[in-house]
């Protein structure tokens, strides 16, 4: 506020009080000590000299005077004051007209703390008129909340000083609550008796809710930056006074958060500069980028800052994150130690380079899922896309839902279960189909929860295909050898049905034929001869049979007339056992090696049907379709569960069976094999026809 010299006449005052500014409402905003030289002048008997002022001996209107209707200043004088003396009071200043333009209230009292002026900003700050309030005890016109200790230091300070400054809250007419700044004035007289008191209120109101704001959100500033686990501080620039730049940074104010991470106490870093606590920033140039921050406004943002300095009296390496705006002729800082973040980064780069090298010749694939079964980070993809493909985005929106759906399936029952699996499965690519070993684990949150999967894939498809051929080679071997014996063992049998069958026949014919000639001596060759005969024939017919078995003539008029010669004697040798046959046409003719090929499944299928399957009716089709040949026996036997290898079929003494296989694969062909437990058992095979 400006200092006001003090005038030597009210000449002088009144110019000082004309230069003064007019609000827009035509009032004057007077400066207190201004203000209290009127006061005093006023008080001191020289109203008649106040610019505006009544002059002396200009007698007073008895009651109450309304005001002027010409507009200008109210003149207000109670009887009982004018009663009190016939010239102007000292404690009255309604003769001093100025005061009415005054923009804050000004009251008047008497020693008796009764309103004696009242002016218009008064009335307009507290709401009652001038009318009201003269001649009312100013404590029922302006209620002050302040303790019985704050009214009688008040008192004491107007008496020994002869003047009062403070703020308190008062009440207006309609009970608001206003906090008003007062400038008060003991007035005396010329032998010095207090004659009363003067006040300018002044309504700071706004200013203090803005100070309460201001102080809520500084204190909201500081709880909130204090309780940061980051580091946060003030600066305020260090400039040289000759040339104006900037030569350092001094600290305004830190968090506790950025007294730990210095090291430093808060008493200890506020008031000192950035340089002379850490000396590094000018050799690293973080002091020209904070430099940079205030002379141009633009933030400065940096991440996995290096850093090294003394802190605590240690050296120390440190990472930081930095974040500094402008702030004034300065700039706030936040800052987060992450040290232990880029050692973690560090370490796991090192370790994803050593797995990388462990891996990378690996047909191995390494990934991790989100709780949508997104990927969040793969490792050697082996669907034929690269990471960056499929980061984000899940199977079924890189590949047909459909050939999918089993590795989706399986990852999406380990994110409900929270249980690992481990199994094989098949993986469509952009290249085909894989077979491989999924290693599926859940992530699981610091909670618990599951919040993802991880998966391993291995490729065993070339794997896979190796053992199938080296499992085939030792099936092929293994049946080639239980065939060989099988088949001594049918020579073992053809053998022994010659030796017991037509080799005693022919022995016994040998008998025979000595006995007839014997009897020819004696004259009766006729008997023996027709023995002889008859044996002859059944030596003939037994090997027909045999040779109908080892190559039926009729297979060269075509296998549906074979089959049903064959069947026609099957039944007579086998009544207990009914064939159902639907045999068509061969069109276009079979080769002879095709006609022998599915002629020898046929009998051993009914062998086995005999031997093994307790049924009691066969179903035998035959056709020719689409170039290939196709024969189908089925039977209502016991049936029997199949299992996994062929080899294993060759272990269990299936040898018909494998045999069959081996035929028919032998032609280019193939043997299906359908039978349960109870539900008899079908067999089909197919053979291509070439034209």
């Known amino acids: 506020m400006p200092s006001f010299p003090i005038p030597e006449s009210f000449e002088h005052l009144r110019q000082e009080i004309d230069r003064l500014p007019r609000l827009p409402d035509g009032s004057i905003a007077i400066p207190p000590e201004l203000l209290t030289q009127l006061v005093e002048l006023a008080g001191a008997g020289g109203a008649d000299r106040v610019p505006g002022g009544s002059p002396p001996g200009t007698p007073l209107p008895p009651g109450r005077p309304a005001k002027a209707h010409n507009g200008g200043l109210r003149e207000a004088r109670l009887e009982d004051l004018q009663a009190k003396s016939h010239s102007r009071s000292a404690s009255s200043l309604e003769g001093v007209p100025v005061l009415e333009a005054v923009y804050d209230a000004v009251v008047a009292t008497d020693a008796d703390l009764t309103i004696t002026s009242w002016n218009r900003a008064a009335e307009k700050l507290y709401g009652w008129t001038a009318e009201e309030a003269l001649g009312q005890p100013v404590t029922r016109m302006i209620p002050t909340e302040w303790t019985p200790e704050q009214a009688q230091a008040a008192q004491a300070e107007l008496m020994e000083r002869g003047g009062f400054v403070g703020s308190m809250v008062q009440s207006t007419r309609d009970g608001r609550k206003l906090w008003v700044e007062c400038h008060g004035k003991a007035l005396r007289d010329a032998e010095d008796a207090l004659v009363g008191y003067v006040s300018l209120n002044h309504d700071i109101t706004e200013q203090k809710l803005s100070e309460e704001a201001l102080r809520q959100s500084e204190e909201r ?264 014996e099988q088949r001594e063992q049918e020579r073992l049998q053809i053998a022994r049905d010659l030796h017991d069958g037509p080799l005693q026949t022919l022995s016994l014919l040998t008998v025979d034929l000595k006995e007839a000639a014997k009897l020819a001596r004696d004259k009766h060759p006729a008997e023996a001869l027709q023995a002889a005969i008859d044996t002859v024939r059944g030596l003939i017919q037994e090997l027909r049979q045999f040779t109908t078995e080892l190559r039926p003539p009729l297979l060269k008029f075509g296998l549906p007339r074979a089959i049903a010669a064959h069947a026609n004697g099957f039944k007579a040798k086998n009544p207990g056992l009914q064939l159902h046959l639907e045999v068509q046409q061969e069109t276009p003719p079979l080769s002879e090696t095709i006609r022998l090929t599915l002629y020898r499944i046929y009998q051993e299928a009914l062998s086995n049907i005999l031997k093994h399957a307790q049924a009691t009716e066969v179903w035998i089709r035959f056709g020719v379709e689409d170039h290939t040949a196709w024969m189908e026996i089925r039977d209502n036997g016991a049936g029997f569960t199949l299992p996994g290898q062929w080899l294993d079929l060759a272990r269990a003494g299936h040898l018909g069976l494998v045999g069959m296989r081996e035929r028919a694969e032998a032609m280019g062909g193939s043997l299906q094999i359908h039978s349960r437990p109870g539900q008899g058992t079908t067999l089909l095979v197919k053979v291509p026809v070439k034209e």
């Open 221 to 484: 500033f500081r709880t909130s930056v204090d309780t940061m686990l980051d580091g946060f501080a003030i600066y305020s620039a260090v400039r040289d006074r000759a040339s104006g730049q900037i030569v350092d940074f001094c600290y305004e104010y830190i968090n506790e958060a950025g007294c730990q991470m210095n090291r430093r106490r808060r008493e200890a870093t506020v008031g000192h500069t950035l340089l002379q606590l850490l000396p590094a920033h000018r050799e690293t140039g973080i002091f020209d980028e904070y430099v940079q921050v205030v002379e141009t406004g633009r933030p400065l943002v940096r991440e996995n800052l290096v850093y090294e300095d003394v802190f605590g009296g240690e050296r120390l390496r440190r990472v930081f994150d930095h974040r500094a705006v402008k702030l004034g002729d300065g700039f706030a800082l936040a800052w987060r130690d992450v040290t232990a973040r880029h050692q973690a980064e560090e370490a796991l780069r090192l370790n994803e380079a050593r797995f990388r090298i462990a891996l990378q010749d690996a047909p191995i694939s390494v990934a991790t899922h989100d709780r949508e079964l997104r990927y969040t980070w793969v490792y050697l993809p082996q669907i034929g896309f690269s990471p960056e493909q499929m980061l984000g985005k899940r199977d079924d929106e890189l590949l047909p839902p459909q050939d999918v759906a089993e590795l989706v399936a399986l990852k999406q029952a380990v994110l409900d279960t929270g249980q690992g699996v481990h199994q094989e499965a098949h993986l469509h690519t952009r290249h085909g189909w894989r077979l491989v070993v999924l290693h599926a684990e859940p992530i699981l949150a610091a909670s618990g929860e599951v919040e993802g999967v991880r998966t391993a894939a291995f490729d065993i498809t070339e794997q896979r295909v190796l053992e199938e051929a080296v499992l085939q080679n030792q099936t092929r071997l293994e049946v080639q050898r239980r065939l060989t």
